[in-house]
C-alpha cells in the first residue's frame, strides 16, 4: 500500500513569489495536515483538514493557505515568499489526529 | 516557554544499551501523546501513541506517561546502530486541534 506522496521533492524560489505544494494521502485517509519543519526544530503545524473542510490552523500568516479536493488530496499554497520560509514541508494523513503517517516531505528553499 | 520541551541531545551510546528519551510539557489540556522517529531528510514516522497516563510497549519500545508531573518517556532496549535517528516527542488534546511536537532528540547508537 502506498504512503503518503507529496510533491515536488524539491523547489527553489525568490522573495515574493507563491508556491504550491501537493500532498497524496494513504487511500482510506479522509485527514490531511500540513506542518513546517525548520532545520534542528520539531514540526510545526500549519493546517488539518479533514473531510474537505479546515479544522486546525496554526500560527501562520495568512500568506499560507491550504485547500482538500475531493479524493482527499491537499494543497498547500504561500504566497509573497520570504528567506523565512525555507523549511521542509511536511504532509500527514491519518484516520484521526494523533494517528498521523507523514510523507517525505518537499523541501522549500527561498532565495 | 514552549509547549513541548525536549533536550536536543545528541546522545551517544553504545550498542546494545537502554535508552532513555523525555520530554516534558505544559499545557494540561495534553491528553494524547506521540513519539516519532526520524531518519535524516525524511519524513517522520509515528512510533507510537499513548492515551493519558501510564504505559504502552511495542517490541524493543516503551513509552510512558505521567500527567501529574508532566513528563513523557520513551525507552528503547537493546539499541541498534538502525535506531539512530532523531526521535521527537508530539502531544495534543484531542479531537481535531494541532498537534505540538518538541525539538526532537539526536540519537547516535555506536556499534
Known amino acids: 500500500d502506498a504512503g503518503v506522496t507529496q510533491s515536488p521533492t524539491h523547489l527553489i524560489k525568490t522573495r515574493g513569489q507563491h508556491v504550491t505544494l501537493r500532498c497524496s494521502p494513504i487511500s482510506g485517509h479522509k485527514s490531511v495536515s500540513w506542518y513546517q519543519q525548520v532545520l534542528g526544530q520539531g514540526p510545526q503545524f500549519i493546517f488539518q483538514y479533514y473531510e474537505k473542510e479546515e479544522r486546525g490552523r496554526g500560527n501562520f500568516p495568512d500568506r499560507f493557505s491550504a485547500r482538500q479536493f475531493p479524493n482527499y488530496s491537499s494543497e498547500l499554497n504561500v504566497n509573497a515568499l520570504l528567506l523565512g520560509d525555507s523549511a521542509l514541508y511536511l504532509c500527514?494523513?491519518?484516520?484521526?489526529?494523533?494517528?498521523?503517517?507523514f510523507g517525505p516531505g518537499t523541501r522549500l528553499t527561498v532565495t | 516557554q514552549k509547549e513541548v520541551e525536549q533536550d536536543p541531545g545528541p546522545l551517544s551510546v553504545p550498542e546494545g544499551a537502554i535508552v532513555s528519551l523525555n520530554c516534558t510539557y505544559s499545557?494540561?489540556?495534553?491528553?494524547?501523546f506521540m513519539w516519532y522517529r526520524q531518519y535524516s531528510r525524511k519524513g517522520p514516522e509515528l512510533l507510537m501513541y499513548?492515551?493519558?497516563?501510564g504505559n504502552k510497549e511495542d517490541g524493543r519500545f516503551t513509552a510512558q506517561v505521567d500527567k501529574s508531573s508532566k513528563y513523557i518517556s520513551l525507552f528503547i532496549r537493546d539499541s541498534q546502530p538502525s535506531d539512530s535517528a532523531t526521535y521527537l516527542c508530539?502531544?495534543?488534546?484531542?479531537?481535531?486541534?494541532?498537534?505540538?511536537f518538541g525539538t526532537g532528540t539526536k540519537l547516535q547508537v555506536i556499534p
Open positions: 508530539a502531544s495534543n488534546s484531542g479531537g481535531y486541534q494541532k498537534v505540538t
Open positions: 499545557n494540561s489540556a495534553f491528553q494524547y
Open positions: 499513548t492515551y493519558s497516563s
Open positions: 500527514a494523513s491519518g484516520t484521526g489526529v494523533y494517528e498521523q503517517y
